[in-house]
């Protein structure tokens, strides 16, 4: 049996995660089905099935929405043709890109301008990796961590920048670093780290809780980036470190003569996720919350759903009251409202 569960804080969604799960639960609450969504919202399979058993079709080409339905683009960032292509064939477009994605995909434009040979750091495949890399397909070269610069190749005297998709492992965004440091000394880098401030803080968290745990559980999907990374810096401090999906995977043997179970979760992991492997896990002497820092960012939604939601409010209320013009709205009260609440909406 085990003793003690110690809770990494934070853990679990993100600012991106939070804003891009509201979002498109306001969609399938505005919009009669299906509403189509560009990719996996974000990458997590219970909150996947939650979308499509509310009416959401997750697409992998954009080519197969239909004409005139809503279509949202997922929190990874899309290609600029998949932007392009989703605008002219909606009736509603929403962009649902983290702005931290949103920032990289700036980057690799503004390097690509100015004659850069950019160097991308990340791992094929994956849906982040494609969106930036299209935004500059003759000057970017992805190169996995895993590894190395041995696949870069840049032109003759060309001058050469460094950027990385947001989930990486801070080793493997660092191990890189150092190396194309040494190999181009004028080498161009964000003045601030592309790694998003989610992943930093939880590879921080999980490095703490190895320190005073038996085992480490991290729930998040196996497509989830940011949480397979959190599995390597965990494994990588000498603690036996396992992926959950669910309370569900946990493994009788895992929690044999165990003292300790550290617990976190990936950044597109729900909280309602993480409670259920607690009360799997059932520790005799209950759960303490080990705190490496507090996060209190916060993205709004997409502009375009914004817009569209202050157009439809009055309209709505127009059908059954007068209209108050000082009554405040969803938009107004976003802040308070959390992805968690929004699942709950759909039964999750």
């Known amino acids: 049996m085990v003793t003690s569960v110690l809770l990494a804080e934070p853990r679990g969604f993100c600012a991106g995660?939070?804003?891009?799960?509201?979002?498109?639960?306001?969609?399938?609450?505005?919009?009669?089905?299906?509403?189509?969504?560009?990719?996996?919202?974000?990458?997590?399979?219970?909150?996947?099935?939650?979308?499509?058993?509310?009416?959401?079709?997750?697409?992998?080409?954009?080519?197969?929405?239909?004409?005139?339905?809503?279509?949202?683009?997922?929190?990874?960032?899309?290609?600029?043709?998949?932007?392009?292509?989703?605008e002219a064939g909606a009736a509603v477009m929403v962009d649902a890109v983290c702005p931290l994605v949103t920032k990289v995909h700036h980057e690799v434009r503004r390097m690509a301008t100015k004659g850069y040979d950019i160097i991308y750091v990340g791992h094929e495949g994956h849906d982040e990796a494609i969106g930036a890399m299209a935004e500059a397909p003759t000057a970017a070269q992805l190169v996995d961590p895993r590894v190395g610069l041995g696949t870069f190749a840049a032109g003759a005297g060309a001058k050469v920048a460094l950027l990385a998709q947001t989930t990486l492992g801070l080793y493997e965004w660092e191990d890189v670093?150092?190396?194309?440091?040494?190999?181009?000394?004028?080498?161009?880098?964000?003045?601030?780290?592309?790694?998003?401030?989610?992943?930093?803080?939880?590879?921080?968290?999980?490095?703490?809780?190895?320190?005073?745990?038996?085992?480490?559980?991290?729930?998040?999907?196996?497509?989830?980036?940011?949480?397979?990374?959190?599995?390597?810096v965990g494994t990588n401090a000498g603690v036996p470190t396992y992926r959950v999906d669910s309370a569900a995977d946990i493994a009788r043997e895992w929690l044999e003569d165990v003292g300790t179970v550290g617990v976190t979760a990936g950044a597109s992991a729900s909280e309602h996720a993480v409670q259920k492997v607690i009360d799997r896990i059932a520790p005799t002497e209950g759960v303490d919350e080990m705190r490496v820092t507090s996060e209190d960012e916060y993205f709004p939604l997409p502009p375009n759903l914004r817009r569209f939601m202050a157009a439809l409010q009055p309209l709505v209320e127009g059908g059954f009251v007068c209209r108050n013009p000082g009554s405040p709205g969803p938009i107004e009260h976003d802040r308070d409202f959390t992805a968690t609440e929004a699942l709950a909406i759909l039964g999750v």
């Open 17 to 86: 995660v939070e804003m891009a799960i509201k979002a498109l639960t306001w969609m399938v609450q505005i919009h009669e089905p299906p509403v189509y969504c560009y990719h996996e919202i974000v990458h997590n399979g219970a909150v996947v099935a939650a979308f499509e058993d509310a009416g959401v079709v997750f697409v992998d080409d954009i080519g197969e929405v239909p004409a005139g339905r809503p279509v949202m683009l997922s929190a990874h960032g899309s290609a600029p043709e998949v932007a392009e292509a989703a």
């Open 177 to 232: 670093l150092s190396d194309a440091q040494e190999r181009f000394p004028d080498l161009w880098t964000a003045r601030k780290s592309d790694l998003c401030y989610a992943t930093t803080n939880r590879q921080t968290a999980i490095q703490e809780l190895a320190a005073r745990s038996d085992v480490l559980l991290v729930v998040g999907s196996e497509n989830s980036s940011n949480t397979k990374a959190l599995v390597r």
